[in-house]
């Protein structure tokens, strides 16, 4: 992709509210509701089960795409894709910030 098509993405930060077991999901998922500051609280559902708790995840600071399209997960109506990295062992580890910023924050 151009450079200028990088910059459609827009990456924000947010702090995790709520975290329940995605229940309908194929693969262990969990349901996020997630803290954007100005843009509001957005939904997500996320495949980082082996990872990560329920009980870890809440107050955790995540990066995630918030412009792309809704998009049905399992039952789920994911409003931004959380962003991780791959483990070697193929499980994903999110993508947060070293020090805490104001929920909405875009991450460039």
Same mark, same amino acid.
């Given at each position: @992709? =151009?450079?200028?098509?990088?910059?459609?993405?827009? $990456?924000?930060?947010?702090?995790?509210?709520? #975290?329940?077991?995605?229940? +309908?999901?194929?693969?262990?998922?969990?349901?996020?509701?997630?803290?954007?500051?100005?843009?509001?609280?957005?939904?997500?559902?996320?495949? @980082? =089960?082996?990872?990560?708790?329920?009980?870890?995840? $809440?107050?955790?600071?995540?990066?995630?795409? #918030?412009?792309?399209?809704? +998009?049905?997960?399992?039952?789920?109506?994911?409003?931004?894709?959380?962003?991780?990295?791959?483990?070697?062992?193929?499980?994903?580890?999110?993508? =947060?910030?070293?020090?805490?910023?104001?929920?909405?924050?875009?991450?460039?």
């Amino acid at each position: @992709i =151009t450079f200028e098509e990088f910059t459609q993405f827009e $990456i924000r930060t947010g702090t995790i509210l709520e #975290v329940d077991l995605n229940s +309908k999901a194929i693969k262990p998922a969990y349901k996020l509701k997630i803290d954007f500051g100005p843009l509001g609280i957005k939904i997500s559902s996320a495949q @980082i =089960t082996k990872n990560y708790s329920s009980e870890n995840l $809440i107050g955790l600071q995540i990066s995630a795409v #918030v412009n792309f399209p809704i +998009k049905r997960i399992a039952g789920v109506k994911s409003e931004v894709l959380v962003l991780g990295a791959y483990s070697q062992n193929k499980d994903v580890v999110l993508l =947060t910030p070293v020090e805490s910023v104001e929920d909405g924050s875009l991450v460039g």
